[in-house]
């Protein structure tokens, strides 16, 4: 089964990482890090006026099984929401977890790691490229919106 889990789409995605590296000046930056394995991903992204990926950049120190989803994610990101990512991060979780599909759209791709939910301890390797990228453009929304707080300095 582990033969299976390691196939020759898994180890061609884990070796052809697009995007890979960081942004010169991004608007937002996420990082994640699986606790048990050490993989980490740390990806900047700069977003259009509508608040979709633009530009992207991914640093990803992972397994096999990590570099694989962030090669996927990397084929399919630009363009993509913050919607359209949880969207996609929910659906790993439930196909990894629960039997789920997986994510359909645009990062359908990410099927390919069906195989990993008999491997709960590779669970949180492989959802650490998403997991950080939602991270990077929830930042970046919240750069973007404007503060809508009032002072009450002077209010007396």
Not at 88 to 101: P, V
């Amino acid at each position: 089964m582990i033969d299976e889990l390691y196939s020759a789409r898994i180890l061609k995605l884990a070796a052809n990482m697009p995007h890979s590296g960081r942004l010169a000046a991004p608007q937002g930056t996420g990082e994640r890090v699986a606790k048990l394995c050490g993989s980490k991903a740390v990806v900047d992204v700069v977003l259009d006026d509508a608040g979709r990926i633009l530009e992207f950049a991914q640093d990803v120190k992972a397994c096999a099984l990590g570099q694989a989803a962030a090669g996927v994610l990397g084929e399919s990101v630009l363009g993509a929401s913050a919607d359209e990512i949880a969207a996609a991060r929910d659906a790993m979780t439930a196909m990894l977890k629960s039997g789920g599909e997986g994510p359909g759209g645009r990062f359908e791709g990410l099927r390919a790691l069906r195989l990993v939910a008999d491997y709960p301890a590779r669970h949180a390797s492989t959802m650490v490229a998403i997991e950080a990228t939602l991270d990077a453009v929830n930042q970046a929304l919240a750069r973007k919106s404007p503060d809508t707080r009032t002072s009450l300095a002077g209010a007396a």
